[in-house]
């Protein structure tokens, strides 16, 4: 019995693809399949996952199944080289460095897949796979799309995510809410485990969640899960009008200016609502509606609830304004939208969801911008006609988004393979080891350009910013920031001012005049973002290390140097400031909501925010001035790779919206591997020249 990755495979009726299928990786379990040594590897790395947790506190997988099978696969022999190791009195030495990057970089060989790009968990919320639960319960569909394997790995994942105190995150590593306790309460039932399984983790799951208020206190959000699934009441939800979307696209608040995806959220939201949508009423939905709330459910006064928010879950309360937009709405407009003549706007309103749905799913082949649109798509398609193709087309793609670890079976964001698959290739790059490349550079140009696609983007995260801040005052969610609008970001702006000039290097005289204005506004934007300790905030990675590499490497691509510009010098002191004791540097993902510098607890390092800090100093100019920082930061890097040229998983490192945190298991190796490259090249230049 045996779990197998399935790489560029589709076989379903009800599955299309624009590049046959490159880039799509599904977990199927073979009941005949695997040895007894993968059968024993696969154990062992359950084990290690759980003396991690136990022993380190680390939450996050490594991603050892996926990795057992690639480098079986590649048939690379990855332990050939023996790993290095620098003595704490030891200089650093070149030919360290050099077996470190040749380690790394055989391995990076050895976990790619057949079609080019790198396969690994793109995970980290705990309000993901419950979604999908509900989605297909709802839907009828849970037993045709998951195995009893599935159920039992999906069930072992909400498990080992519980806390101490009986309670679930928001994500993986975070402190108890109610949307993560209410919601994996809800998952765990909906799979089939009783009130008091699990050596009674089911029933502490309970008990955390009515002795902080019941589920009506979930976040507005979870109140719509609830409201689908028929565990609340959708009068407990503050309204979410599809009539929104036949605004005129040219007023300030039309939806089609919401970031990407707030508006593929808000949108099946809105239909859902408008149809005050619920699955059956089954037995079992009617027995959660008596264990999740505190108040029997006929006594509970819903419209009181559509504000309430458990105080562990706030990180965005509302502003006055809202409260006041929420009961307008609520008193005066909803009432009269359900009634005729009006209700016929409604029904127009509710046909124009739909096409956009159906024209967001048909363009990305039913995968949809993300997990959540995904979910939500999959309970409107089953409302709108169960036995339509669209709501068998979204069944088809629900393996897109599972995912197999040590840790359990989870719902995915929506894959990273292109981004992991760009980065690792200029970490390939970097190392200018010819000699261990093989194939790989000619895969990933393989799947880079058979990956394709329409899609748009700007010196936001998705789309062209929208300079209209004040929008994000609407922002309903309770538990993220910035939902509303897109913006522009450090990180992503200093990555396209690298981007732009390696383009005009390599194409002189292209469109140069917009290049130049792009990359002055861009240098402009970073130096007016810069705090004033020297760092920059990061948005997509814990987050001022993560932020102020990134805006180093970008000040110095538009001509900026440790000595010509005050910014690159207060970069580069913030991060020497922060140095630990021991050569390292640790983040806390407590700074990301607060928004200020908090090293990890014990002034820890972390392997990948050393590696971040590594490549900002050197884009600063550390290696030529004094590269000592970065020789004590090397050996810590060197001195943990482990025996087939990884890197141990430690704490989680990214984030998004400033309150929920992100786990990219590729990025425990691709950073650490990037910075040692990018050391040795530039601390022995003349060793390093490619000849």
């Known amino acids: 019995m045996m779990w197998k990755l399935k790489i560029a495979e589709g076989n379903d009726p009800y599955l299309?693809?624009?590049?046959n299928f490159v880039g799509r990786q599904i977990?199927?379990?073979?009941?005949?399949?695997?040895?007894?040594?993968e059968h024993e590897a696969f154990n062992a790395a359950r084990q290690e996952w759980r003396r991690n947790r136990m022993i380190k506190g680390y939450?996050?997988?490594?991603d050892l199944f996926t990795r057992i099978q690639l480098k079986k696969e590649s048939g690379i022999d990855v332990l050939s080289i023996p790993a290095v190791r620098v003595g704490e009195k030891e200089e650093m030495e070149y030919e360290s460095a050099t077996t470190a990057v040749k380690k790394g970089v055989r391995l990076q060989r050895a976990i790619q897949a057949s079609d080019g790009h790198w396969p690994a968990e793109h995970t980290g919320p705990m309000f993901f796979t419950p979604l999908l639960i509900i989605a297909l319960h709802v839907s009828g569909a849970i037993n045709k799309v998951l195995t009893s394997e599935h159920k039992k790995e999906m069930i072992r994942y909400i498990y080992n995510h519980q806390?101490?105190?009986?309670?679930?995150?928001?994500?993986?590593?975070?402190?108890?809410?109610?949307?993560?306790?209410?919601?994996?309460?809800?998952?765990?039932?909906?799979?089939?485990?009783?009130?008091?399984?699990?050596?009674?983790?089911?029933?502490r799951g309970r008990l955390w969640i009515l002795d902080h208020g019941g589920a009506t206190a979930i976040p507005s959000w979870g109140k719509v899960y609830l409201s689908i699934l028929g565990v609340y009441e959708w009068d407990g939800c503050n309204p979410l009008l599809p009539e929104f979307w036949l605004l005129p696209s040219f007023l300030p608040y039309h939806p089609a200016k919401m970031w990407c995806y707030s508006r593929t959220a808000y949108m099946p939201m809105s239909y859902l609502y408008a149809r005050k949508f619920h699955g059956p009423l089954s037995d079992l939905v009617l027995t959660l509606r008596q264990e999740i709330h505190v108040k029997p459910y006929d006594k509970i006064n819903w419209n009181k609830t559509r504000n309430n928010c458990c105080k562990e879950d706030l990180h965005y309360p509302h502003p006055f304004i809202q409260d006041i937009l929420w009961d307008t709405l609520n008193y005066c407009v909803e009432p009269l939208m359900r009634r005729w003549p009006l209700n016929k706007i409604r029904q127009r309103a509710v046909d124009k969801t739909i096409k956009h749905m159906r024209y967001q799913a048909e363009e990305a082949r039913y995968i949809t911008t993300g997990c959540i649109e995904k979910s939500l798509q999959i309970i409107c398609w089953w409302a709108h006609d169960p036995n339509g193709d669209e709501f068998k087309r979204h069944l088809a793609r629900v393996p897109d988004f599972l995912w197999l670890a040590e840790d359990g079976m989870k719902m995915q964001t929506f894959g990273s393979q292109l981004w992991d698959c760009a980065l690792i290739t200029e970490v390939i790059i970097t190392?200018?080891?010819?000699?261990?490349?093989?194939?790989s550079l000619k895969k990933a140009n393989f799947y880079i350009k058979e990956s394709q696609s329409r899609l748009s983007g700007g010196f936001g995260g998705w789309e062209p910013p929208i300079p209209q801040p004040y929008l994000q005052a609407l922002n309903p969610s309770d538990v993220f920031a910035d939902i509303v609008i897109e913006e522009e970001h450090v990180e992503c702006t200093a990555t396209i001012m690298q981007a732009l000039v390696a383009f005009k290097r390599l194409h002189p005289g292209h469109r140069e005049k917009e290049i130049e204005i792009s990359l002055e506004k861009a240098l402009h934007f970073l130096e007016q973002r810069q705090w004033p300790d020297g760092?920059?905030?990061?948005?997509?990675?814990?987050?001022?290390?993560?932020?102020?590499?990134?805006?180093?490497?970008?000040?110095?691509?538009?001509?900026?140097?440790?000595?010509?510009?005050e910014a690159v010098r207060k970069g580069v002191n913030f991060l020497l400031s922060i140095q630990n004791e021991e050569g390292g540097w640790g983040e806390s993902l407590e700074s990301c909501p607060s928004m200020k510098y908090i090293p990890l607890e014990g002034n820890k390092t972390n392997l990948v925010q050393t590696s971040w800090a590594m490549l900002g100093l050197m884009h600063g100019g550390q290696a030529e001035r004094d590269p000592e920082p970065l020789h004590k930061a090397a050996k810590l890097l060197i001195n943990a790779q482990m025996e087939d040229g990884d890197f141990p998983q430690q704490e989680i490192t990214m984030v998004f919206m400033k309150n929920c945190m992100l786990h990219y298991a590729q990025f425990r190796n691709a950073f650490p591997l990037w910075a040692l490259a990018e050391y040795r090249k530039r601390v022995w230049p003349s060793k390093c020249q490619i000849k």
């Open 27 to 37: 977990w199927e379990y073979d009941p005949n399949g695997g040895t007894s040594e």
């Open 163 to 203: 806390n101490d105190d009986g309670g679930w995150g928001f994500y993986m590593e975070g402190h108890s809410t109610m949307i993560g306790s209410a919601l994996n309460y809800v998952g765990l039932r909906l799979l089939g485990e009783g009130p008091d399984n699990g050596n009674d983790a089911v029933s």
């Open 535 to 565: 760092s920059w905030y990061g948005y997509w990675g814990i987050c001022f290390l993560y932020g102020t590499s990134f805006a180093l490497g970008g000040l110095v691509a538009a001509g900026k140097t440790y000595e010509n510009s």
């Open 59 to 62: 939450r996050c997988s490594a």
């Open 16 to 19: 299309y693809s624009t590049n």
């Open 431 to 439: 190392s200018g080891m010819i000699e261990e490349y093989g194939d």
